[in-house]
């Protein structure tokens, strides 16, 4: 195993320390252009020095919520380097979510993009927040003027700082930044993770597992706000030295393709060699008219996590591309993944082996680890994990981070079997979290939302599994008396009040919802119902 890291441990700084022999190589390629390790270097040094003459303090929080861009890593950085708190937030969501994680955090600040401004403006209306300054990433900050806060353009603010001296005298333990994480009922959880972590992952599974090297160039369709993301395009390459491709716009096919075949203008040729992704985007990859061939891309291994990966998809992808996607299981709790498949040995339709350094256990009902079957095979149970990355807390929440970090080990959620080779195979979750295209869904928040509609009486939500064997949810709606309306309708209604990501995807209009005595929706039956109109393959 890797060394500990030393117990005064600024992530940002040991970054930095670790590139500064190799000034010229490329560090980030965005849509716009090329940062080198140098100029990287330079840029996360003013950022702090810019951060501190704002006025903030260690362990302030500042809200994170750009696009994926060198200014994301170099403001992630920055205030890492500079001791404060970055809370790095999903830049799909809507204005009433911002306005809870700006006041549940406290945050003192936002740095944000340009096109996200005005639902930060929408948010930081509604009041009851500590911002005192927004400073906005690329592109013009007069469409959207947020009153009462001072503004600057980050190239600008930047400029106007000398780098900073030297790094907060962090302790390897020291909260470093925030991670939003949802659950199926309640406000989402702010998920607080230190310096120290960030070093775990990246040495355990960035270089331990995927032996990621200097000479790679990373790329991830998942985006950096990711707990998948910030691992995979930020400390994992950033640990070895090697090169990444950020994209700002949404992972579509066609916006992927063209990275892996090196076909945008700031890439002019240069080929990803490691591709990150979740198993909805590789299906649509598969499924898409211009899936590039083989000599086109410059793949050597390929990663998959945030839902299972279909045996099928995988074996496809791997026919296809001659490169395997190893699938292993993570979580914004543990921040990256804990268990998974080794390149050079995949067992599709496993999360693979326990990745050294992490420990697991499948845990019965009376909450003991479950005997092994003489084979060495574990039957169903709760999977519980061991490691050095668990999140300190979540914030202001000791119920649920009680019940979630006990001690050493931390809760994941999800049922797990292990096979005779010891290889943990997923078997669901045990609350009513779904996994739609690797994101977290809430039924209940879905639900609550349909019923807001005028002509929906009641409403219920179920995961469906898709012909790739993927995770769907689908919605069952019943109309009030007279009412009508369309599948579309009731699709549009959700995409502008909820996060667009979170809509149903399949509704089906039924005259009620089977209920139990007392008035509880039977979820089960409806998956029951489900499973009898598609048998499984
Ligand atoms: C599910 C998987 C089966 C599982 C994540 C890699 O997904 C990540 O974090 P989240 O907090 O969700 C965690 C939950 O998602 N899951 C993730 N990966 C797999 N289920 N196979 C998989 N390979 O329910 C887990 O508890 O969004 C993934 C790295 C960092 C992450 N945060």
Redesign the pocket.
């Known amino acids: 195993l890797p060394p500990a890291p030393p117990e005064r441990f600024n992530f940002a700084a040991h970054l930095l320390a670790r590139n500064a022999a190799h000034p010229e190589r490329p560090a980030l390629i965005d849509d716009v252009g090329e940062l080198r390790y140098g100029a990287l270097h330079e840029r996360v040094r003013r950022c702090a020095q810019a951060l501190r003459a704002l006025g903030l303090r260690r362990e302030e929080r500042v809200l994170l919520l750009m696009h994926d861009s060198s200014d994301w890593v170099v403001a992630f950085l920055g205030c890492l380097y500079a001791g404060v708190v970055p809370v790095a937030v999903n830049s799909l969501l809507t204005a009433d979510d911002y306005a809870y994680q700006l006041r549940h955090a406290r945050a003192q600040a936002a740095l944000v993009s340009a096109p996200l401004l005005p639902t930060l403006a929408q948010a930081l209306q509604q009041g009851g927040h500590e911002v005192h300054s927004v400073v906005v990433s690329r592109g013009s900050a007069d469409a959207a003027q947020p009153g009462g806060v001072a503004l600057h353009a980050f190239d600008a603010w930047l400029d106007a700082h000398p780098p900073a001296n030297a790094a907060a005298d962090t302790h390897g333990d020291e909260p470093a930044f925030w991670l939003y994480?949802s659950g199926s009922t309640g406000r989402p959880k702010g998920t607080v993770h230190t310096h120290a972590n960030l070093y775990w992952t990246a040495e355990l599974y960035g270089r331990g597992v995927l032996g990621l090297q200097a000479h790679d160039l990373v790329f991830s369709a998942a985006k950096l706000f990711?707990?998948?993301g910030l691992?995979n395009a930020l400390s994992f390459p950033l640990s070895v030295g090697a090169s990444v491709v950020l994209m700002a716009e949404r992972p579509t096919p066609t916006a992927v393709f063209a990275r892996l075949t090196g076909n945008t203008p700031t890439l002019a040729g240069r080929r990803p060699t490691v591709f990150f992704g979740a198993p909805t985007g590789y299906a649509g990859m598969l499924a898409h008219p211009e899936l590039p061939e083989r000599h086109h891309v410059g793949l050597r291994l390929c990663s998959?996590?945030?839902?299972?990966?279909p045996r099928d998809i995988g074996e496809r992808w791997a026919a296809h591309f001659g490169v395997d996607i190893i699938?292993?299981?993570?979580?914004?709790?543990m921040?990256?993944?804990y268990c998974s498949n080794r390149p050079g040995a995949v067992a599709y339709g496993t999360?693979g082996t326990p990745v050294p350094g992490y420990e697991l256990e499948i845990r019965g009902d009376d909450g003991l680890p479950m005997a092994p079957n003489p084979d060495g095979s574990i039957d169903i149970g709760d999977l519980y994990v061991r490691g050095p990355s668990a999140a300190l807390m979540y914030w202001n929440d000791r119920e649920r981070s009680r019940q979630t970090f006990q001690g050493a080990w931390t809760r994941?959620?999800?049922k797990y079997t292990r096979d005779a080779h010891g290889r943990y195979i997923?078997a669901g979750?045990n609350d009513d979290m779904l996994?739609v295209s690797?994101?977290?869904v809430s039924p209940f928040e879905v639900e609550a939302t349909l019923v807001r509609h005028p002509a929906v009486l009641e409403a219920a939500v179920i995961g469906i599994t898709d012909a790739d064997g993927l995770t769907k949810t689908k919605a069952y709606v019943v109309l009030r008396p007279g009412a009508s309306t369309t599948a579309e309708e009731i699709q549009a209604h959700c995409k502008q009040h909820l996060a667009p990501f979170k809509y149903p995807r399949a509704i089906a209009f039924v005259a009620e919802l089977p209920k139990t005595a007392t008035g509880k929706i039977q979820r089960f039956r409806l998956r029951e119902l489900e499973a009898q109109q598609r048998p499984a393959a």
Do not use: C, V
């Open positions: 994480s990711f707990a998948y691992g998959s996590a945030g839902e299972a990966l699938d292993g299981i993570g979580s914004t709790e921040l990256h993944i999360s994941t959620g999800d997923y979750r996994k690797g994101i977290y």
